[in-house]
């Protein structure tokens, strides 16, 4: 009986291992189909290409002069401002294009497939942190262009970097969720816009708090795009972590484990 029991557990365990194995492995897959859709509408980089290349330097030119007298002065507080801002926005789309697959039927095609079901879900939300990465690098590059030089060096740059894009990848769960549960794309992107705008724009991106009406400064300080910005800014500056990086960490993982489980369990009623 004993031997039994414990042949019984060794087969689920190694069940366990194969169908853990053939989700990371479908997962991947989808992440490789939702890149090389990329490929076939670059337009669809324009939001993580274009978008920080310009911004960076229109930014500079318009405010770098009104706000820190000078260009040089303005960057470091402009490129982790830009950063975010990008990067937030860009995972939106996550949500746009759930809802575009399935109001085209394509999960209705994946349901014929021997895949795991969770996997189009999950390869969508990896491939976007290819995208993420894309801004990352375009943004510093474009920083360091105009005359940046973080004083910490590469060291502080690369970690703000990963901590932006995981915090862009746990966001996305939001959107994720707005896709599988919206009407239509352009009502996920409806919401997601309205959200995500005065996010980033009442925040300290661009300009000092202190410089903003008393009564916006409390909203500005708790926003949680502030507490990624200032995060941002202390870890590619001066390589140093401060309470903005451990705020910034533990909401982006009050988001997952919040909306990761309603996401997929919506998901998964639909797929």
């Given at each position: 009986?004993?031997?039994?029991?414990?042949?019984?557990a060794e087969k689920r365990q190694l069940?366990?291992?194969?169908?853990?194995?053939?989700?990371?492995?479908?997962?991947?897959?989808?992440?490789?189909?939702?890149?090389?859709?990329?490929?076939?509408?670059?337009?669809?980089?324009?939001?993580?290409?274009?978008?920080?290349?310009?911004?960076?330097?229109?930014?500079?030119?318009?405010?770098?002069?009104?706000?820190?007298?000078?260009?040089?002065?303005?960057?470091?507080?402009?490129?982790?401002?830009?950063?975010?801002?990008?990067?937030?926005?860009?995972?939106?789309?996550?949500?746009?294009?759930?809802?575009?697959?399935?109001?085209?039927?394509?999960?209705?095609?994946?349901?014929?497939?021997?895949?795991?079901?969770?996997a189009p879900l999950a390869g969508a939300?990896?491939?976007?942190?290819?995208?993420?990465?894309?801004?990352?690098?375009?943004?510093?590059?474009?920083?360091?262009?105009?005359?940046?030089?973080?004083?910490?060096?590469?060291?502080?740059?690369?970690?703000?970097?990963?901590?932006?894009?995981?915090?862009?990848?746990?966001?996305?769960?939001?959107?994720?969720?707005?896709?599988?549960?919206?009407?239509?794309?352009?009502?996920?992107?409806?919401?997601?816009?309205?959200?995500?705008?005065?996010?980033?724009?009442?925040?300290?991106?661009?300009?000092?708090?202190?410089?903003?009406?008393?009564?916006?400064?409390?909203?500005?300080?708790?926003?949680?795009?502030?507490?990624?910005?200032?995060?941002?800014?202390?870890?590619?500056?001066?390589?140093?972590?401060?309470?903005?990086?451990?705020?910034?960490?533990?909401?982006?993982?009050?988001?997952?484990?919040?909306?990761?489980?309603?996401?997929?369990?919506?998901?998964?009623?639909?797929?």
């Amino acid at each position: 009986m004993a031997t039994t029991q414990i042949v019984s557990a060794e087969k689920r365990q190694l069940k366990n291992h194969a169908n853990s194995a053939q989700v990371m492995s479908n997962s991947l897959t989808m992440a490789y189909r939702g890149l090389l859709k990329f490929r076939r509408t670059p337009e669809q980089f324009f939001d993580v290409t274009l978008q920080p290349i310009l911004f960076t330097s229109m930014f500079v030119v318009i405010f770098g002069g009104a706000i820190a007298g000078n260009v040089h002065n303005y960057l470091p507080t402009l490129i982790p401002g830009i950063l975010v801002q990008t990067v937030v926005t860009a995972s939106l789309v996550t949500g746009v294009q759930l809802r575009e697959d399935m109001d085209k039927g394509v999960f209705n095609r994946f349901k014929s497939l021997p895949i795991a079901r969770i996997a189009p879900l999950a390869g969508a939300l990896l491939a976007d942190t290819v995208r993420y990465a894309i801004a990352v690098t375009l943004t510093f590059g474009m920083g360091y262009l105009l005359g940046w030089r973080p004083e910490d060096g590469i060291s502080g740059v690369f970690a703000s970097g990963l901590l932006v894009i995981f915090f862009a990848w746990c966001i996305s769960w939001i959107f994720a969720f707005f896709g599988v549960t919206a009407r239509s794309a352009a009502g996920v992107q409806g919401v997601s816009i309205l959200i995500l705008f005065p996010l980033t724009f009442l925040s300290n991106a661009f300009v000092p708090v202190a410089t903003m009406p008393h009564w916006l400064r409390p909203f500005v300080n708790a926003n949680p795009v502030s507490l990624l910005i200032g995060a941002v800014r202390q870890l590619a500056s001066a390589g140093t972590i401060g309470h903005d990086f451990w705020f910034s960490l533990l909401g982006a993982l009050v988001i997952v484990l919040i909306f990761a489980p309603l996401t997929v369990r919506a998901y998964m009623s639909k797929a």
